[in-house]
């Protein structure tokens, strides 16, 4: 079993966790409504009056701290104003008057700020049975229902929408291109560099490869693969490249084929693929023949890692045996003889003959030398020896006969992982534990050592440029360049284990990250660069920028959060809500409250005061049974919309049916309800963006694609554009402040893809509308009377 699927199995397994426990709190809310309703009813019944059904206002669900000012965000805090009143709440369960349709699935949370009844009034009410209540149930009529994992989830139309039925769903006029690449795949995947003569280095992280020239700093994509590429390979001529990926899996959780292309690196051209539905799980290994390239030696990886030999030329396989049930690591032909194949990995190294389609094989032999637990790389030297470097920092020299070790030579602290062969002869080694690069002579002596900075991780591979200049990819997902005299810089760098937390400049052309890595990285959309990173205690998993574009809040995965100052990086403000972790942060359109959604099914409150610098608790919204996924602000910054991990959506302090919202986050809705495919679980999206010029949406989900609509898409199975290139489950995306691109951030891919928002018309949402009658794009909600 794959790592993909077991991470689909882990993630289904999950997802059932969350909805049982969402059943569970839909029970007990019944069972607690059920015991208010009950001596009402007996009370009733014992007077001969009629039934109500008309539940009670139970208490206050956005808390404060006094428990008497139900002042709430953005509205007047005059001292003119009427006596404080508490907030009230009125939940919509089964207890419905006869007649009327019953709201199911998701709760309808509506908050009102009721006028200064008296308790007579409310007694009067009470006894009319229900008749207010049937105004406050007025807008159920205007509703359609969406399904997820069986759970029906009520959408409310907008008043303004006369004619939903005849809403037309288009694709968006705008389109995405493929604008840049952060990120390189060091971490896991051994000789994956290569200098080009064109000035490119080309290497590869998710499911592209990357061209990039490291003078223009300009890059091109190769995009033909469907999931992860793993290995890499070039072929004699310099032009033609061979790239492998992994089997992966489709959206149901099926394996898919993995195969190996053969494409040129000028054109872009796939001139063939090899080995579709011949290779499990994924190609982890690839090597050109050095004669004319005119065979490709694949390992795939199998339990018995299939060695297997191809014709480039008519895309058919020569021959194939099992190699071994350890690592593979990397395979290579002789350059002085194609019929002579070596693998290296785990506990081994092999040396293959290939003769009339049959291989034989022969294991190096490691004598009075200590055999280490693994030959991490080889290379050919000039005289056609085969040196090895393993995780016991040597260098072995293996004679042509292959059958002893001619010479040990002790080369660096820790594994040995890449050497690299110089014109002339001369040796590049790269070292893991201490981060050393050294060139040897022909005759393995040491001539020059430098020392690549932590930051960077370990050296992963080496590729030479000039025999002089040097392009080093390190363990920490790095790409450095530089010489032994001037040292290195690096030219690309990116994240080290899964990301989840993204927020774009509300004014400027950068963009913030932060993940798992514990790394928070500010990069510059313009000159694709990042400008700084910090690492800190905890990991980050949300962000949000405050309007003024000065500070940035980060949330952490311990409950605790941070503010960031923009220019000195330092951290201006902390706060901790709950202990477990956050999900979202986001300021109100003026900046001056900043919510915060937890896992702990909370959204906490806070004032914001100078510029962004200081955070005071103003309250705390509850009502969610589960973990707090998404918010929004409305565009008055009054009103909040939140989403649940068991599909709810609440709104807090609703006074009215239809409300604008100053960004669109939250992924269910009216307004994008078409985003979400026929049978989907709940949890197939992970976020979505609406642009600033309420155009499109884009979508994340959860098999590695990205997806633009048109905004709105209130009717199922609207279409959309796909975009592949990340090869996990795409965790969170963001339009640019001008919405001129779109940045998306995979998973366990570690990249961060930014496209370029081209084509597009004018006019807004609003429009989109016309044809229904309608010239509202506010959100759906509901309302007392």
């Known amino acids: 079993m794959t790592c993909r699927q077991t991470a689909v199995r882990l993630q289904a397994q999950e997802d059932e966790i969350t909805l049982l426990k969402s059943s569970l709190a839909d029970a007990l809310r019944r069972i607690r409504l059920h015991d208010q309703l009950l001596p009402l009813l007996k009370q009733q019944l014992v007077a001969g009056s009629p039934v109500s059904m008309k539940p009670r206002p139970r208490p206050a669900t956005l808390d404060r701290s006094t428990q008497t000012e139900p002042t709430l965000p953005g509205q007047d805090t005059g001292q003119d104003r009427a006596p404080p009143r508490r907030v009230q709440s009125l939940q919509l369960e089964d207890a419905l008057p006869q007649g009327e349709a019953k709201v199911e699935g998701t709760r309808a949370k509506l908050h009102r700020v009721p006028g200064l009844e008296e308790e007579d009034e409310e007694q009067e009410e009470d006894e009319e049975g229900g008749g207010e209540q049937e105004k406050e149930l007025s807008w159920m009529s205007s509703s359609i229902k969406m399904f997820i994992r069986g759970r029906p989830i009520t959408m409310y139309i907008p008043s303004n929408i006369q004619n939903y039925e005849d809403l037309k769903m288009e694709p968006p006029s705008e389109r995405l291109e493929l604008d840049w690449v952060y990120g390189y795949r060091g971490r896991d995947c051994r000789a994956n560099l290569y200098f080009l003569p064109t000035g490119e280095a080309v290497y590869f992280i998710a499911c592209v490869v990357v061209l990039y020239h490291i003078n223009k700093r300009t890059q091109r994509h190769y995009r033909k693969h469907t999931d992860c590429?793993?290995?890499?390979?070039?072929?004699?001529?310099?032009?033609?490249?061979?790239?492998?990926?992994?089997?992966?899996?489709?959206?149901?959780?099926?394996?898919?084929?993995?195969?190996?292309?053969?494409?040129?690196?000028?054109?872009?051209?796939?001139?063939?693929?090899?080995?579709?539905?011949?290779?499990?799980?994924?190609?982890?290994?690839?090597?050109?023949?050095?004669?004319?390239?005119?065979?490709?030696?694949?390992?795939?990886?199998?339990?018995?890692?299939?060695?297997?030999?191809?014709?480039?030329?008519?895309?058919?396989?020569?021959?194939?045996?099992?190699?071994?049930?350890?690592?593979?690591?990397?395979?290579?032909?002789?350059?002085?003889?194609?019929?002579?194949?070596?693998?290296?990995?785990?506990?081994?190294?092999?040396?293959?003959?290939?003769?009339?389609?049959?291989?034989?094989?022969?294991?190096?032999?490691?004598?009075?030398?200590?055999?280490?637990?693994?030959?991490?790389?080889?290379?050919?030297?000039?005289?056609?020896?085969?040196?090895?470097?393993?995780?016991?920092?040597?260098?072995?020299?293996?004679?042509?006969?292959?059958?002893?070790?001619?010479?040990?030579?002790?080369?660096?602290?820790?594994?040995?992982?890449?050497?690299?062969?110089?014109?002339?002869?001369?040796?590049?080694?790269?070292?893991?534990?201490?981060?050393?690069?050294?060139?040897?002579?022909?005759?393995?002596?040491?001539?020059?050592?430098?020392?690549?900075?932590?930051?960077?991780?370990?050296?992963?591979?080496?590729?030479?440029?000039?025999?002089?200049?040097?392009?080093?990819?390190?363990?920490?997902?790095?790409?450095?360049?530089?010489?032994?005299?001037?040292?290195?810089?690096?030219?690309?760098?990116?994240?080290?284990?899964?990301?989840?937390?993204?927020?774009?400049?509300?004014?400027?052309?950068?963009?913030?990250?932060?993940?798992?890595?514990?790394?928070?990285?500010?990069?510059?959309?313009?000159?694709?660069?990042?400008?700084?990173?910090?690492?800190?205690?905890?990991?980050?998993?949300?962000?949000?920028?405050?309007?003024?574009?000065?500070v940035v809040s980060v949330g952490l995965s311990t409950g605790r959060w941070l503010v960031l100052d923009l220019l000195t990086r330092e951290v201006v403000s902390e706060s901790t809500d709950g202990n477990e972790q956050l999900s979202v942060m986001r300021y109100s359109p003026d900046g001056s409250f900043l919510a915060v959604g937890s896992h702990d099914n909370f959204i906490y409150i806070y004032n914001v005061t100078e510029s962004g610098r200081r955070y005071t608790r103003f309250g705390k919204c509850n009502g969610h049974s589960s973990f707090i996924t998404h918010l929004d602000w409305s565009k008055d910054g009054k009103y909040i919309m939140s989403n649940s991990g068991d599909y709810e959506i609440l709104y807090y302090s609703m006074t009215v049916k239809d409300r604008e919202w100053a960004s669109y986050t939250c992924v269910l809705g009216f307004h994008v309800m078409g985003v979400w495919l026929e049978g989907s679980d709940g949890t197939d999206i992970n976020a979505l963006c609406r642009s600033h010029s309420e155009r499109m949406v884009a979508v994340a989900d959860d098999f590695c694609k990205v997806h633009l609509f048109q905004y709105p898409c209130p009717k199922p199975k609207a279409p959309s554009h796909r975009y592949e290139g990340h090869g996990s489950h795409v965790t969170n995306v963001c339009f640019t402040h001008s919405d001129s691109h779109l940045l998306s951030m995979g998973g366990k891919d570690t990249c961060i893809l930014q496209w370029k928002v081209v084509g597009g018309g004018v006019g807004d949402s609003r429009e989109r509308l016309a044809s229904a009658s309608s010239t509202s794009t506010s959100s759906p909600e509901p309302a007392t009377s």
């Open 229 to 550: 590429v793993r290995c890499l390979t070039l072929h004699p001529d310099k032009v033609r490249v061979a790239s492998g990926q992994t089997a992966g899996v489709d959206k149901d959780g099926k394996p898919l084929q993995p195969c190996v292309h053969i494409w040129d690196s000028t054109t872009l051209v796939t001139l063939q693929q090899i080995g579709l539905g011949t290779f499990q799980r994924g190609v982890g290994s690839v090597a050109f023949s050095f004669d004319s390239g005119a065979f490709l030696c694949v390992i795939d990886d199998s339990n018995e890692h299939m060695l297997s030999v191809w014709d480039c030329n008519k895309g058919t396989k020569y021959a194939e045996v099992k190699s071994t049930n350890e690592a593979v690591f990397t395979v290579e032909f002789n350059p002085s003889d194609s019929t002579n194949i070596i693998t290296c990995g785990k506990s081994h190294v092999y040396f293959w003959t290939l003769s009339t389609g049959q291989f034989t094989k022969k294991q190096g032999i490691f004598g009075k030398y200590k055999k280490p637990k693994f030959i991490q790389c080889f290379v050919f030297s000039l005289t056609g020896d085969v040196l090895t470097g393993d995780s016991e920092g040597n260098i072995l020299t293996w004679g042509k006969s292959a059958a002893d070790i001619m010479r040990q030579t002790r080369a660096h602290e820790g594994s040995v992982f890449t050497l690299c062969t110089l014109q002339g002869g001369a040796l590049l080694s790269g070292g893991g534990k201490d981060r050393k690069i050294i060139r040897w002579s022909a005759d393995l002596a040491p001539e020059r050592e430098c020392e690549i900075p932590e930051k960077y991780g370990a050296v992963r591979t080496i590729a030479d440029v000039d025999g002089e200049e040097l392009l080093v990819g390190t363990t920490r997902n790095a790409i450095l360049r530089g010489t032994f005299s001037d040292g290195f810089v690096a030219i690309v760098q990116g994240h080290v284990d899964e990301m989840w937390g993204l927020a774009t400049h509300p004014s400027q052309n950068i963009f913030l990250t932060c993940g798992h890595d514990r790394q928070v990285c500010l990069w510059n959309t313009e000159e694709h660069k990042l400008d700084w990173c910090i690492t800190l205690e905890e990991y980050g998993l949300c962000a949000g920028f405050c309007p003024n574009g000065s």
